[in-house]
């Protein structure tokens, strides 16, 4: 494992009489260069991406560690935060922030290095992969619990907080706050529909709302309980699902026109994340508290309960991944216990990276990029 | 031994200057801004000379830990005891006592991986502009650095917010025109400077209209004082000098209108357990002592930002503090922390009601969850040389539920990670809590609290805190407990059965009933021949219990003539009147006179009077 403190590395140089970071010295080179190359830069800030590059072959799995059950007030905490592994797990690296909160990672489309985070001081992105970090909101966005891009707009990006939606229209340069119809501010999860970019979910703690004018206005939906995670499947975009506090999951087939709820044990549970298998939206995939993980191979009709290899606290689970490259290697982060997978499709479970993850509660897993 | 003959010298001298000082500090009544500044600058003077010694002596043992092990991970102390913290640090180079272990304890301290976050960025930017000139060169480049590479958490609470944005304020006023990649948070120093100026106003506002969430807290006060203090000496704007010295104003008046002799009484917002069961140790009692100096001397290390500054505390304030010739009864308006979920309020209001006395206080906040995790709900507090003299009862609650109304992580998930961190959350023996089935009715000085605990609840008992130290404490057989504590007479009757438990430094009342309450009248020995009087006295007085325990509803007739009646959780009525809370202003009393709609606070005290007016805030 490869640790950076705060995404930059600590080496310096002397430029101009001064004592420089190398890091800072390679960035401005790069930022001058990309500067003089660009023929779309017209902010003052940040080299911004008018456009995302094409999916890239390498998948790269994100794990977010929120804390650590070692961790003590005002104590010598290990580190935290953003993690990325680039062989399925089996190495991981650091970057962003060491210490403070990240609930949750979106990348931009293809998973390179263009990466935002909902974070305890607000939103943060980076351009470079993680060597420089920005919170790009001011004191007024906080505790961000979840944040996605716009797959059909480049620059548009929203987070989801306990004080409400924020949506930027510039790649997080600016914000601005949308909750008109929303009955309750709070919200956990957010994600904007692929096949019609003005359609956004948001699960709140009084349900789902969803706009069709690009968040401009939210309208409730007939899910009325608290909504902990959304996720729309990768190969059939009409299918979304829902985790539910103290219900198990909510599954739509038609783009969120009617939902239904799920039956059998898992409704008895709270569900922190559900999400489809990349190919298929049939197999789906969900953990909540005390439930370890659960499997649909029917499109969530009927759902099997796993806990080969989960107990105790890695029964709670708050992230789960799969891969695309290989649909049975699956990843399920949770409470406490660190990071778990299962390689015969969450049959049977295993710890992974124990050196990294000890005790951690893994809040957020994303899989980018990958071919099927 | 005090080997140093200007040590010596000094030390002789602020003895004179102590004998000679005005009797401001026995808690006499001032008339003039001079005396108190005289008197207050004495103190302050005291405190920095014995903290100049203290320092210089872990400076001492600090040098030979280190030297001893050079290898030694950075700021790792022999104890905990000896570790330096900023301002020490800051005081050993000021004083020039010892001012390379003060370079070499900032540099540790801005190198070190795990220091960070909103204390870090506070403390380390006080000691910076304090330290002056004495600061090396090699320490403001490694402080400065630390402001680069260093992850600075912002955290989830009041004061969290007031010391992040007071740190990053002074950052980017001392290091402005340099651009995001020289910062931690990749802002500019402009940005940086906007935004901390802009929440700094914010909180100003919030507190001076729909008041403090974390108002009141005897373990808290200090990290509001402390930024307010950093701010006023260090920022270049006249605006934001001015501004951080009215907030002194305002905030060191709510203290001092709820001080006796030391202690910050009433209702409190937060609270940790040992500041609750032993008041006389808690942080703001350094703050009495420095401010209105009515006590003996306390020192400690986060007084000196107070002791340093060239604010002075206006004299009408240090009356209001000192001055308990005349019981009053005062009132308060607060402001519940940050409610995200669960409630149809952002902030709903705290009504606080406080009388105060030279020989007690009996205060309180009208109940309910106000505050997570560490709340105080009420208590009556008496003036005494002994310890934990303090008496209140409080149900132990604990829920996900109360934790993700102020937090946004799962519900099911916060209870056993609260507790990890303050590690009695959820233990039934603790003794500060907020319940959703507590309420409380005051007038003057007589409480009535009810507990209506759902079928349900988590630790269905509510408990009493009985100090040892009281110079009685009987039950009578009227059912009045009746308790003396210095030249305070108090009197509980429980409205259930209950038992008493031997604990190290108090008995436990403990009553299992979920309908439950306690009805409480307090008394200076001054009022009352003797205390058998006072008994005889109180046993007299009616109480209403006909509808109790079929409802939560009870009555009591005080002593001075007073009928209260009482139905849980919120139908309160005073001589066959409705009391309506809901028209409480921010302050409301003899001395303080405060209205949020105008942001005026109003100092009276004798012919004095101050206004602090932050109408005007940007």
Known sequence: ???????????????????????????????????????????????????TSAESPEERLYAVMLSTRKHRLAGENPTVGLFVSRNAGRTWDHTGWAQGKTFAVAAAQGGGDTLFTASGNGVMRTTDGGRFWKITTGWRVTEVQDVTLNPARSQQVFAATPYGIFRSDDFGETWVRRNDGLTSTFVAAIRVDRAQPDRVFAGTEDGLFTSSDGGENWRRTEVRLPVRSVRQSSSDPARWILGLQGRGVAITEDGGESWRFAEGEIASHTIYIADFEPTSADIIYAGGWESGVF?????????????????????????????????????????????????????????????????????????????? | MIRNPARAASLILFTIVLLLMPRSSTGQVLTDQAQYDQAFSARADSLVAVLSDTAAAKAERWNQFHHADSTRPANVMSTPEDRIDPLEAALLIRSGRDVETGNAVLQQEARHPFRGGMFYIHDIMAAYHHAGEGLTEETRQTIRRSLWERPIYRGDTENHWLLYYTGLYLAAQTWPGEDGTEWFNGKSSAENFA???????????????????????????????????????????????????????????????????????????????????????????????????????????????????????????????????????????????????YGEEMNPPVFKTTHMTSAYALGSLHGGILQPIQQHTWDVTYDDDAPNTTVFTLHPYYSGYELAMFFPEEIEWLSDEVDRYHLVYTDPNKWNSSSPYERTFQHENVIIVLYDLAPDAMHPHVDGFFPKSLQERTVDESGWIFFRGGRMYGAMYPLQNYEWIEEEVNWRLRSHEKRNGFIVEVASAEEYDSFEDFKNRISGNEVDLSAFPAAATVGYTTSAGDALHFTFPDERHLNGSPVDLSAMPLFDGPYLQGDGRTQRLVVTHGGLEHVVDLSDLP
Request: proline fraction near 4%; charged fraction near 15%; hydrophobic fraction near 40%.
């Open chain 1, 1 to 51: 494992m490869q640790l950076t403190s705060n995404a930059r590395t600590r080496r310096t140089s002397f430029f101009l009489g001064q004592q420089w970071p190398t890091g800072r010295l390679v960035s401005v080179a790069l930022l001058l260069v990309a500067f003089m190359l660009s023929s779309s830069c017209t902010s003052s800030h940040a080299v911004i991406p008018t456009e």
């Open chain 1, 295 to 372: 499997r649909s191979a029917d499109g969530g009709r009927t759902w099997s309960q796993f806990t080969s290899g989960l107990s105790g606290l890695a029964l709670n689970v708050h992230g789960i991944a799969i891969s695309r490259t290989d649909p049975s290697h699956v990843f399920a982060g949770t409470m406490g216990a660190g990071l778990y997978e299962s390689l015969d499709a969450g049959e049977n479970w295993q710890p992974v990276a124990l050196d990294v993850f000890e005790l951690g509660q893994i809040w957020n897993l994303q899989i980018y990029g990958g071919r099927p």
């Open chain 2, 195 to 341: 935004e901390a100026e802009e929440y700094l106003y914010h909180w100003m506002r919030i507190t001076t209209t729909i008041g403090q969430g974390e108002f009141d807290s005897p373990t808290y006060i200090i990290v509001f004082l402390a930024p307010l203090f950093t701010l006023y000496d260090f920022v270049a704007d006249p605006q934001m000098k001015e501004a951080a010295g009215k907030m002194l104003d305002w905030i060191s008046a709510d203290y001092a209108v709820e001080y006796l002799r030391g202690l910050y009484v009433g209702g409190h917002s937060r609270d940790y357990t040992y500041d609750a069961i032993a008041p006389e140790i808690a942080p703001s009692v350094g703050w009495g002592w420095l401010l209105f100096g009515d006590t003996d001397a306390v020192y400690r290390s986060d007084n000196l930002s107070a002791a340093w500054s060239s604010y002075r505390l206006p004299v009408v304030i240090h009356n209001v503090a000192v001055d308990r010739s005349q019981p009053y009864t005062h009132f308060e308006r607060k402001r519940v922390r940050n409610m995200i979920r």
